[in-house]
Structure formats: structure tokens, C-alpha cells
């Protein structure tokens, strides 16, 4: 079993920059990608950004240009910088992975944290 452990996210004014964090740990062999999600009250869960464990990156096009994903590999952690926040970006932003445990691959969830953009 993998547990992924969200940090970083609460409340910033519009143009003001947040940093999450997520530490996986559990029956971890290798984790393939890591990335975040976010969902927003009444709409569907959407893709922020996405490493995968040779670097590869993939962003939702609404935060291309603002925010960078990055992964310590040697930590089992990702993080997300999400700088020039619009209150648009306020969600429960969740953590997402692909853990191998030698024989299987588990997509893995994080219970979650809230950012909320306001003046």
C-alpha cells in the first residue's frame, strides 16, 4: 500500500505564488509519474501538471507558463510552484501516482489540499 502525503497548500491574494508538496511512501519499488490534479466546487476533476520518472512533463493548458512541476526522485516527492495564482485556481488540489511495487502498478490519490485565491 502507498501513501501520498499533500503539504502547502491555503490562502494567497491574486499574482501570489504557493508551493505543494507531495511525499509517497509505502511498497514503493518505483514510481513512474507523479503529478496533480484539481477540482474545483461543481466542476470535474482536471489535470494541473504531470513528471514522469525520466522528467517528462505535461500541464493543463489554463496553467501553462505559471506553474512547473518537479520531482526528487531519491525523496519519492513532487512538487508543484504555482506562481501568478488567478482565482480561478482555487480547487482541492490532489496528488497523483503511478506506483510499481515490483509486480503491479497502483494509481495512487492523496486525500488533498485546499487553495483557495482571494483578495
Known amino acids: 500500500q502507498v501513501q501520498l502525503e499533500e503539504s502547502g497548500g491555503g490562502l494567497v491574494q491574486p499574482g501570489g505564488s504557493l508551493r505543494l508538496s507531495c511525499a509517497a511512501s509505502?511498497?514503493?519499488?518505483?514510481?513512474?509519474?507523479m503529478g496533480w490534479y484539481r477540482q474545483a466546487p461543481g466542476k470535474q476533476r482536471e489535470l494541473v501538471a504531470v513528471?514522469?520518472?525520466?522528467?517528462?512533463?505535461n500541464y493543463g493548458d489554463s496553467v501553462k507558463g505559471r506553474f512547473t512541476i518537479s520531482r526528487d526522485n531519491a525523496k519519492d516527492t513532487v512538487y508543484l510552484q504555482m506562481n501568478s495564482l488567478k482565482p480561478e485556481d482555487t480547487a482541492v488540489y490532489y496528488c497523483n501516482a503511478d506506483v510499481s511495487n515490483g509486480i503491479l502498478v497502483y494509481e495512487s490519490w492523496g486525500q488533498g489540499t485546499q487553495v483557495t485565491v482571494s483578495s
Open positions: 513528471v514522469t520518472n525520466s522528467g517528462r512533463t
Open positions: 509505502g511498497s514503493i519499488f518505483s514510481i513512474k509519474a
